[in-house]
C-alpha cells in the first residue's frame, strides 16, 4: 500500500435507509439513501437494482434532467421520483 497517494481517507458512522416502492405508473425503485456529513447535507441515493448513485440534495431535485440523466429514467418516471425524494432529502444542513 506505499504505493498509493492517498487524497482522503476516513471513516464515519452514517445512516442508511433502504426503501422499495412502486409509482402510480407502476415503476419500482429500489433505493438505499445514505446519510453522512461528507457531501454538505446532501445524500448518497442509489438505485440498487442499476448500480447508480448520485450525491443529491432538495436544489438538484428543481434542476431539469438531473435525476433523468443520473438514473436514466423518462421524465414522467423521474417526476415520481422526485415526488418521494422531496420528502425524504429535506432541508440541506451545512456542516464543518
Known sequence: MQDFDYLSDSTEQTST???????????????????TNRF??????????????????PDDLEEEGVL????????????????FLVLVLGAVNFTD
Open 17 to 35: 435507509r433502504f426503501v422499495t416502492f412502486i409509482t402510480p405508473s407502476l415503476k419500482r425503485f429500489d433505493l438505499a439513501i445514505l446519510t
Open 40 to 57: 454538505y447535507g446532501k445524500k448518497l441515493v442509489t438505485d440498487m437494482q442499476f448500480g447508480r448513485s448520485a450525491v443529491l440534495g
Open 68 to 83: 433523468e440523466s443520473v438514473f436514466r429514467i423518462t421524465e414522467e418516471e423521474a417526476a415520481e421520483l422526485a415526488q
